[in-house]
């Protein structure tokens, strides 16, 4: 059964966001971890940065991780929501 909601990892103010807002960016999340977003949740979910990346259209090796990530991330999710 799929899952809803991607896990965040290491961020105690956002645990996961919903699957549906990151489904637009699948291949983007196909490029830099050669999984899909599903099994990228049933392995854990991604870190902050990770999900900033997709979304971004950041390659892997372009990826830094930011003190604001967490912050960043929030305002995203709240951006689509």
Not at 33 to 60: D, T
């Amino acid at each position: 059964m799929p899952l809803e909601n991607m896990p965040v990892m290491k961020c105690p103010n956002i645990k996961s966001i919903p699957m549906h807002l990151l489904a637009p960016y699948e291949k983007q999340a196909l490029r830099n971890h050669s999984q899909s977003l599903q099994r990228l949740a049933e392995r854990g979910g991604m870190a902050a940065c990770e999900i900033l990346g997709i979304v971004r259209g950041l390659s892997w090796g372009e990826l830094k991780v930011r003190p604001d990530d967490e912050a960043e991330l929030i305002k995203w999710v709240a951006s689509k929501s």
